[in-house]
């Protein structure tokens, strides 16, 4: 089975910051991995598939980028609708998220 | 708009089997580019992959939970349904439903219903 890393678990920042959240697969993936946001009581939201692709109406401030096993999403400049928890998830075979990473108002 | 809306008890029994519905509307669960998943998520936890099937019936699931899991479909009500059984307190969480594009990807869910575990 496919293991999702995500560093780091907990992130605090303030609004016009600049965030990285890293995704490592114990596997190689090449680009099959999505990133996901989830807001208290809400389902989450599909943000970027294969590995960069942003998903359609998702505001550009945010990217993804890396293949392999090591992946990144980035934030370029915090707004305070983004504080909520972010899950990466490898798109082979079985899907399998990482254990989420929750970014904080500082 | 797609929409998706999970249906089902509550509260279910330690020991008894878990029962939910996923109503898909605004688009056609006969869709040949999707199949349909459960996910769940215990509180404060993170998600959980349950399994998934296609409107033809073919279903695949989540190893750890293979053995007490069914998924069907039913495609005159464009319905798909999840039963687990023999449930713990272990198997409280939201239960998600949600659309499931290749070849593995979330891109439409519903808005989750509480499962508790209890007698």
């Known amino acids: 089975d496919i293991q999702l890393t995500q560093s780091p678990s907990f992130l605090s920042a303030s609004v016009g910051d600049r965030v990285t959240i890293t995704c490592r697969a114990s596997q190689g993936i090449s680009s099959y991995l999505a990133w996901y946001q989830q807001k208290p009581g809400k389902a989450p939201k599909l943000l970027i598939y294969?590995?960069?692709t942003l998903q359609s109406g998702v505001p550009s401030r945010f990217s993804g980028s890396g293949s392999g096993t090591e992946f990144t999403l980035t934030i370029s400049s915090l707004q305070p609708e983004d504080f909520a928890t972010y899950y990466c998830?490898?798109?082979?075979?079985?899907?399998?998220f990482g254990q989420g990473t929750r970014l904080e108002i500082k | 708009q797609l929409q998706l809306q999970e249906s089902g008890p509550g509260l279910v029994k330690p020991s008894e089997t878990l029962s939910l519905t996923c109503t898909v509307s605004g688009g056609s669960i006969s869709s040949s580019s999707y199949y349909w998943g459960w996910i769940r998520q215990p509180p404060g936890k993170g998600l959980e992959w349950i399994g998934s099937?296609?409107?033809?019936?073919?279903?695949y699931y989540n190893p750890s939970l293979k053995s007490r899991v069914t998924i069907s479909v039913d495609t005159s009500k464009n319905q798909f349904s999840l039963k687990l059984s023999s449930v713990t307190a272990a198997d409280t969480a939201v239960y998600y439903c949600?659309?499931?594009?290749?070849?593995?990807?979330?891109?439409?869910w519903g808005q989750g219903t509480l499962v508790t575990v209890s007698s």
């Open positions: 998830q490898q798109l082979n075979s079985y899907p399998a």
């Open positions: 294969a590995a960069s």
């Open positions: 099937i296609y409107y033809s019936g073919s279903t």
């Open positions: 949600a659309r499931q594009g290749l070849p593995t990807l979330f891109d439409y």
